[in-house]
Structures are given as structure tokens and as C-alpha cells.
């Protein structure tokens, strides 16, 4: 018996420890933190921001793995709304700038000058392609 | 003439017409006293034709033989670069209004397709579900006040990583996509460089040949 929950709990640490090192990888490559370091030029608060990122991973694997509540109002979502899609955004702005996609796409349609113009199309195709997922598509 | 130093700096990139004559006053800047400037300025290194195709490289060398066959006494130092980009600009294809609009149009319903897709590759409903779940302690199959926030958040998460999305900026500083775009033209040319170069020699060779 003794010897099972070792293990078990062995596992879920080794699993813990991957994934969480997989995660912060990512967070690295895409340089998130970073950029928004350099917009509210906080560089000197990067501890802090680390901590954060370690509590939200924190907060939200212990409550939403264990089916936990805090009961609270729903207009509470809103912010939480608003940050994680943020996150998301940036997230998705990061990949794309990863993969290299913009450089090569304004090289080949040559509009160099209309750059901002074809990233709001992608910016407003992104928006419109969230709320039109979660208004029509999921009940479909 | 006399052994005056002339300074040779190569510029880095060029933008000619097309059967546009190439002086080397228009390849580098040079420094150095003004009647060999004008003397030198006015050599020809290279006139563009039609099997130029868009890109042609000119060597430093190229200009100091040029310079060196016509005034063999001029010390002239190089500083900087030793090729020159040239860019040969035909006739710019008129960018339509109905190309760009297809563009855009393109990128809007791809960038539409490509976050819904992502959504239900990450189960993202479920995991709303689950916040709405969490924040609150009732079930809603469809928590709609988490998810409008979200979307309109995708957008600003954008804005914020681009920085300039509104032509104002946050910041003097440039974006990681001016960024990016300057890295992939610098790796451009220096793939012209290395490969154009070479071929371009060869070509002069030959007809300097026949």
C-alpha cells in the first residue's frame, strides 16, 4: 500500500515537474514576458512577474483539478475574461511572428506600406472568429 | 595626379530604373579631395539591361579595377561593405484595389478559421465551462460573460504584442515585427550576396570574353 502511494506520488511529481518545465519553455520561446516588460517598462519587477505566473499555474491546476469553487459572481469573469484572452492574443501574435508567417507573406503580396491594414484583418479575423465561435458555432 | 587618400564606402543597397546607368558616385560614397571625387564619380561600373533580371551585386573589387584602369595612382582606402545590392525597380505593378481587399479578406477568414480551430483543438468550451464552474459554483453549458471578454482580449493581446496596430505607438521603440522584417530583408540579402554574386561574375567574365 505504502509502496503504491509512492509511486503514485512519484509519478505526479515527475509529471508536475515535465510539464511544468514544458510550460515556462514556452512562455521563453515566446517571449510573452518580455514584450510586456518592454511596453510597461517594468524590467526591474521580473521576479515578481515570475511569482505570478508560478501562483496563477498554481491557483489553477489546484482548484480545477480538484472540481474546487470560490462561489463568487459571475461579473468577476469579465476581467478574467478579458486577461486570459489577452494572454491568448499575445500568444497567438507570438506564434505567428515565431513561424515567421508576416515577413514572408508582405514579401510575397508586396503591400510592404499596408502592413498595419493586413494585421488588423488578421486581428479582427481572429475576434470575429472567437465570438462567432462561442455564439453560433457551439450550438450547432 | 597625386597620391592623395580617397575613401571609398560602399552603400549597402541601391534602387535604379531600368537601362539606367550604375557610376560609382551612385555605388559609394566617397570622401576625398573634390576634382578626383568628380573624376572618380563619373566612372561607369555598370549599365543595367534586360538580363540584369531585378538583382545585380557589384563588388568592391570591380570598382577599384574601374578605378585603378582609368587613375592608377590614387590611394584610395575602402571602409565598410564590399558589395553593393543593386535593386533594379521595373515598372511597379499597380497594386489593385480588388488584389488587396482579396488579401485581407484571406488573412480575416483565415485568421477566423485558424482561432476557432485552435479553440476546439484545446477544448477551450470545456475549459471555460470550468472557469465559469470555478468563479462562480453553478454549471453554464454557454458562459457567455467569460468568453465576449475573451474574445474582444484576443484582439488587444495582439495589438499590445505589435505594438502599432493604431499608428499610435506605445513606445518609440520598434516592434517585433519591424523586427522581424528587418532580420528576414537582412538574411535576403545576404543570400543574394553570397549566390548572386558569384553568378554575376561569371556572366561579365564571359562577356567580357567574346
Redesign the interface.
Known amino acids: 500500500m505504502t509502496i503504491k502511494i509512492l509511486s503514485v506520488m512519484l509519478i505526479g511529481l515527475g509529471g508536475g515537474l515535465a510539464v511544468g518545465a514544458g510550460f515556462v519553455a514556452v512562455l521563453t520561446v515566446f517571449?510573452?514576458l518580455p514584450?510586456?516588460m518592454?511596453?510597461s517598462?517594468t524590467h526591474a519587477r521580473i521576479r515578481s512577474y515570475e511569482i505570478s505566473i508560478i501562483l496563477g499555474v498554481l491557483f489553477s491546476s489546484w482548484?480545477?483539478l480538484r472540481?474546487?469553487?470560490?462561489?463568487?459572481?459571475?461579473?468577476?469573469?469579465?476581467?478574467?475574461?478579458?486577461?486570459?484572452?489577452?494572454?491568448?492574443?499575445?500568444?497567438?501574435?507570438?506564434l505567428t511572428?515565431v513561424l515567421?508567417v508576416?515577413?514572408?507573406l508582405?514579401?510575397r503580396?508586396?503591400?510592404k506600406e499596408?502592413?498595419?491594414?493586413?494585421?488588423?484583418?488578421?486581428?479582427?479575423?481572429?475576434?470575429?472568429?472567437?465570438?462567432?465561435?462561442?455564439?453560433f458555432?457551439?450550438?450547432l | 595626379m597625386d597620391a592623395e587618400a580617397v575613401y571609398l564606402r560602399m552603400r549597402h543597397k541601391l534602387h535604379v530604373s531600368p537601362n539606367q546607368t550604375v557610376r560609382i558616385k551612385d555605388l559609394a560614397q566617397i570622401v576625398g579631395p573634390d576634382l578626383v571625387i568628380e573624376k572618380i564619380g563619373q566612372i561607369i561600373i555598370h549599365k543595367i539591361t534586360i538580363h540584369d533580371k531585378n538583382i545585380v551585386i557589384i563588388d568592391l573589387m570591380k570598382v577599384l579595377k574601374a578605378i585603378r584602369d582609368e587613375y592608377p595612382s590614387i590611394d584610395i582606402q575602402t571602409i565598410g561593405t564590399a558589395q553593393t545590392i543593386i535593386e533594379v525597380q521595373y515598372k511597379k505593378p499597380k497594386m489593385t484595389g480588388v488584389y488587396f481587399v482579396i488579401v485581407w479578406l484571406l488573412l480575416f477568414i483565415g485568421a477566423a478559421l485558424a482561432i476557432m480551430n485552435f479553440h476546439e483543438d484545446v477544448s477551450m468550451q470545456e475549459v471555460h465551462q470550468k472557469i465559469y464552474y470555478i468563479v462562480t459554483g453553478r454549471e453554464n453549458d454557454y458562459p457567455l460573460l467569460l468568453q465576449i471578454p475573451y474574445s474582444l482580449g484576443l484582439g488587444l493581446g495582439m495589438v499590445l504584442f505589435f505594438n502599432h496596430i493604431f499608428k499610435k505607438r506605445f513606445n518609440e521603440e520598434p516592434s517585433p515585427l519591424d523586427v522581424e522584417m528587418f532580420n528576414y530583408q537582412q538574411d535576403l540579402d545576404q543570400y543574394v550576396v553570397m549566390n548572386e554574386n558569384s553568378e554575376n561574375e561569371k556572366k561579365t567574365h564571359d562577356n567580357q570574353n567574346t
Open positions: 517571449g510573452i514584450r510586456l518592454q511596453i517598462k482548484y480545477g472540481d474546487m469553487t470560490i462561489t463568487s459572481s459571475p461579473w468577476l469573469l469579465v476581467p478574467i475574461g478579458l486577461a486570459s484572452g489577452t494572454f491568448i492574443g499575445m500568444l497567438a501574435a507570438a511572428e515567421n508576416l515577413p514572408i508582405m514579401k503580396v508586396g503591400f499596408q502592413v498595419l491594414i493586413l494585421l488588423m484583418a488578421i486581428l479582427f479575423g481572429k475576434v470575429f472568429g472567437s465570438l462567432f465561435h462561442w455564439i458555432f457551439v450550438h
